[in-house]
C-alpha cells in the first residue's frame, strides 16, 4: 500500500517525466520487443540487429513521441497519433504495438476534455484508422481486423470516461467535506461571537451599573468632604460596598471564562426579585426612585427575570450617568402573555446634566435592545413630551394557568411618566 501510495505521488508530482517515460515504453515495445518477439509479422522491415529500418522508426518516434505531451494538448496529441497510424497502415505497416499510442491518447483526451468532444473525436480518429486498414493497409488490417483501432481505442477512452468520473465522484466529496468544514468553523466562530457579545453585554450592565454609583458617590465625597464629614464617610461606604460587589461580580465571570468543569448548581441569575436591593443602591447614589407594579406577580422564566433586571439596572444607571438631580420611575407591568418594563426619569434638576445625544458609547442602549430582541420581545426608547426620558421594553412570556386568568385581565398597560 505504501509503494502504491509513492508511485500515484510521484506520477501526481511529476507528469511530465510520466509521460516521457509512457512515450519510451511504447517505442521500445514497438521498435524493439515486437520486431524480437514476432519477427514473422514484421518481416524484412528489421535489421540486423532486429531493430524497425527507417522510415517505420521514424514513424515510430513521431507517433510516440507525441505521447510526451499528452496532457498539455489531448486533442492535437490525438490527431498526430492517428494520422501517423494512419500513414504508417498505408504504406504497408503490420499490426504493430504503435496502435498503444492512439488508444493511449484516446484515453488522455477521455480524461481531460470534454466528454461530448472526447466521444466524437475517438471515434472518427478510429475509423479514419480502420478506413486506412481496410482500404489502403496489408491483410491483417483487413475485414473483421478494420474494427481493431475502434475496439482498443474505444477501450482507452471508455477507461479514461470512468477515471473521469472516479475524480468528479471523489472532488465532490472532497468538496462537500471542505464545506462542511468552512460551514463548522463558520458556526464555531459565530458562536464564539455570540458568546463574546454575551459575555461583554453581561459584563457591561454588570460594572457599568456598580462603576456610575462609585463615580458618583465618589464625587459627593469630593464635595462634602470638609464641610459634612459624616456624609463623606456614609458616601465612602457607598464606595467600597459598590466595588467590592462589582469586584465579585467580575470575578464571577472571570472564573467561568476559565474553568471547563463548572458545576451545575450556581448561584441563580439576578431577577425581579432583587430589585428592591437594587433601587437602594441607585437612592443611595441620590437619584430618587419610585416603582409601581400592575397585574398580578407571577413566576416567570428565569431569561425573562434577567433582561427584565438587567433593563432596570442600566437604565437607573444611565440616570444616574446623564440626568443628575432627576428622579426615576419603574413600572413593572404583568399581563397575559407578556411583561411590560418601563424606566422613565423627569427632567434634569438645576444642579445635573442631561447627557447630549451620542455623549456615551450607546452600549447600555445596544445590549437593552439585544437582551429584548433575543426573547422575541420589544424595545423602544426616548425623551419624553414633557421632558426626561423613557425606556420600555416588553417580553413575551407564558401564558398563565386559566385559574388565575380572571385576574390577569385585570391588569392595565404601563402608563407614561411624566
Not at 491483410?139 to 475524480?167: E, H, K, N, T
Not at 465618589?218 to 470638609?226: C, N, P
Not at 407578556?338 to 446634566?353: C, Q
Request: charged residues 20%.
Amino acid at each position: 500500500m505504501n509503494h502504491l501510495t509513492w508511485v500515484r505521488g510521484t506520477i501526481r508530482e511529476h507528469p511530465a517525466v510520466t509521460d516521457a517515460s509512457l512515450a519510451a515504453f511504447v517505442f521500445v515495445a514497438a521498435v524493439v520487443i515486437q520486431p524480437l518477439g514476432d519477427a514473422g509479422a514484421v518481416g524484412d522491415r528489421v535489421t540486423g540487429l532486429g531493430l524497425l529500418r527507417f522510415p517505420d522508426s521514424a514513424y515510430a518516434v513521431l507517433i510516440c513521441g507525441a505521447l510526451a505531451v499528452r496532457r498539455r494538448r489531448p486533442g492535437m496529441v490525438l490527431a498526430v497519433t492517428s494520422v501517423g497510424m494512419a500513414v504508417f497502415i498505408v504504406l504497408g505497416g503490420y499490426r504493430s504495438a504503435l496502435l498503444l499510442a492512439p488508444t493511449i491518447a484516446a484515453y488522455t483526451l477521455a480524461t481531460e476534455g470534454p466528454r461530448r468532444s472526447a466521444v466524437w473525436t475517438t471515434v472518427l480518429a478510429a475509423a479514419g484508422i480502420g478506413a486506412a486498414g481496410q482500404l489502403f493497409g496489408e491483410s491483417c488490417w483487413q475485414g473483421q481486423a478494420a474494427g481493431v483501432p475502434l475496439m482498443w481505442m474505444g477501450l482507452g477512452a471508455a477507461i479514461g470516461d470512468a477515471v473521469r468520473s472516479g475524480r468528479a465522484f471523489v472532488g465532490a466529496i472532497q468538496d462537500r467535506a471542505d464545506r462542511a468544514e468552512r460551514t463548522r468553523e463558520a458556526e464555531a466562530a459565530r458562536r464564539v461571537m455570540e458568546e463574546r457579545l454575551r459575555i461583554a453585554r453581561e459584563l457591561h450592565d454588570v460594572l457599568a451599573h456598580h462603576i456610575a454609583l462609585i463615580h458618583v458617590q465618589a464625587g459627593v465625597v469630593a464635595q462634602v468632604l470638609d464641610t459634612a464629614p459624616e456624609q463623606a464617610r456614609e458616601s465612602a461606604g457607598h464606595i467600597r460596598r459598590a466595588s467590592r460587589a462589582a469586584l465579585a461580580e467580575m470575578r464571577t465571570t472571570v472564573g467561568l471564562l476559565r474553568r471547563e468543569d463548572v458545576p451545575v448548581s450556581m448561584e441563580p441569575a439576578p431577577g425581579l426579585d432583587r430589585l428592591p436591593a437594587l433601587l437602594a443602591e441607585v437612592e443611595a447614589a441620590g437619584v430618587p426612585v419610585v416603582r409601581r407594579d400592575t397585574g398580578r406577580r407571577r413566576e416567570l422564566p428565569a431569561a425573562v427575570e434577567l433582561t427584565a433586571y438587567r433593563v432596570v439596572q442600566e437604565a437607573l444607571t444611565n440616570v444616574g450617568k446623564h440626568a443628575r438631580g432627576a428622579s426615576a420611575v419603574v413600572r413593572i407591568g404583568y399581563e397575559r402573555d407578556a411583561v411590560r418594563v418601563e424606566v422613565g426619569n423627569t427632567r434634569a434638576g438645576p444642579s445635573g446634566s442631561v447627557g447630549a445625544p451620542g455623549a456615551g458609547s450607546g452600549h447600555g442602549l445596544i445590549g437593552m435592545r439585544e437582551r429584548a430582541l433575543a426573547l422575541g420581545g420589544t424595545f423602544t426608547a426616548g425623551p419624553c413630551a414633557a421632558g426626561g426620558y423613557r425606556v420600555r421594553v416588553v417580553l413575551p412570556t407564558p401564558a398563565p394557568d386559566p385559574v388565575v386568568s380572571g385576574a390577569s385581565r385585570e391588569c392595565s398597560a404601563v402608563g407614561g411618566v411624566g
